[in-house]
Structure formats: structure tokens, C-alpha cells
């Protein structure tokens, strides 16, 4: 039970650091709060790997090793349930469906356009791990046949 609520609390947490940071920058980001929040969130994750990746160089550790039990907690909830998040987004398209008619065409080019980004963004990630891990696993291999 204590691992729930610490895990909500720092959820909550990042969350507020999101809402702190739209605050200063008068919301000249244009991300919303919950956006930002996720994004430092994401950062920590990062560098907490990265120290355990330094403090047990011998083993290899996976980027799941790295997040905190009580957050693993929320990590099926809230990918289980993640379609009932978008249901206030939905309601807001329907309520603005006469705007949505005025500006079909620009809404279908930036639709196109943001999934063509996505796409080469994501190949790019995508081929960018592959080599990441290939060349580890050339390492590793290399080391154990040192080893023999």
C-alpha cells in the first residue's frame, strides 16, 4: 500500500513540476504541464539508469531495472486504462466540429505531416538502438572470449 501512494505522490510530484515551470515561463512553451511533467519524469529515469549502468559496470542493466518499484505499480494501470484517457480529448473534438469543418484541409496536412515526422523519427530511434546494441553486444562478446 505505501509503495501506491509514494508512487502516486511522485507522479503527482512531476506532475506540479510541470504546472511550476508553465507558471515561470507565463505558458510561453505551449506544453501542457502534464506533458512537462512526464518529460522530467522521463529525464530522472534517465539518470538514475545511466548511475546504475556506472555503479554496476560489470552487469548489464536494463532500463527497467532502473525505475522504482512503486512505480512499476502504475506502469500497467495506466497502460491498461489508457484509452479512458483520451475520452476528454474526444468530447473537445466533438464540441468543436464546426471549426473542424472549416479547417478540414489544414487538420489532414498536419495530420499527414506529423505522422510522416513520427515515422522518420521513429525509424531513425529505431535504427540508432539496433546500433547501440549490436556494438554492446560485440563488446560482450569480446570481453568473454578475453575471458576464456
Same mark, same amino acid.
Given at each position: 500500500?505505501l509503495?501506491?501512494?509514494?508512487?502516486?505522490?511522485?507522479? +503527482?510530484?512531476?506532475?506540479?513540476?510541470?504546472?511550476? $515551470?508553465? %507558471?515561470?515561463?507565463?505558458n510561453?512553451? +505551449?506544453?501542457?504541464?502534464?506533458?512537462i511533467?512526464?518529460?522530467?519524469?522521463?529525464?530522472?529515469?534517465?539518470?538514475? %539508469?545511466?548511475?546504475?549502468? @556506472?555503479?554496476?559496470?560489470?552487469?548489464?542493466?536494463? &532500463?527497467?531495472?532502473?525505475i &522504482? @518499484?512503486?512505480?512499476?505499480? %502504475?506502469?500497467?494501470? /495506466?497502460?491498461?486504462? +489508457? &484509452?479512458?484517457?483520451f *475520452?476528454?480529448?474526444?468530447?473537445? *473534438?466533438?464540441?468543436?466540429l464546426?471549426m473542424?469543418?472549416? %479547417?478540414?484541409?489544414?487538420?489532414?496536412?498536419?495530420?499527414?505531416?506529423?505522422t /510522416?515526422?513520427g515515422?522518420?523519427?521513429?525509424?531513425y530511434?529505431?535504427?540508432? $538502438?539496433?546500433?547501440?546494441?549490436?556494438k554492446?553486444?560485440?563488446?560482450? @562478446?569480446?570481453?568473454?572470449?578475453?575471458?576464456?
Amino acid at each position: 500500500m505505501l509503495n501506491l501512494v509514494l508512487g502516486f505522490a511522485i507522479l +503527482l510530484l512531476f506532475i506540479w513540476f510541470g504546472d511550476v $515551470i508553465n %507558471y515561470l515561463t507565463n505558458n510561453a512553451l +505551449l506544453i501542457p504541464s502534464t506533458v512537462i511533467g512526464i518529460i522530467l519524469l522521463f529525464i530522472c529515469l534517465l539518470i538514475n %539508469y545511466k548511475r546504475l549502468q @556506472n555503479k554496476h559496470s560489470q552487469q548489464e542493466i536494463l &532500463p527497467a531495472d532502473s525505475i &522504482p @518499484n512503486c512505480l512499476k505499480i %502504475y506502469e500497467q494501470g /495506466l497502460i491498461s486504462n +489508457l &484509452p479512458l484517457l483520451f *475520452i476528454p480529448s474526444g468530447v473537445g *473534438i466533438i464540441t468543436m466540429l464546426s471549426m473542424l469543418v472549416d %479547417y478540414w484541409l489544414f487538420l489532414v496536412a498536419v495530420i499527414i505531416g506529423s505522422t /510522416l515526422i513520427g515515422l522518420i523519427v521513429a525509424a531513425y530511434v529505431t535504427q540508432k $538502438i539496433i546500433q547501440w546494441q549490436e556494438k554492446n553486444l560485440e563488446i560482450n @562478446n569480446g570481453n568473454n572470449s578475453q575471458n576464456i
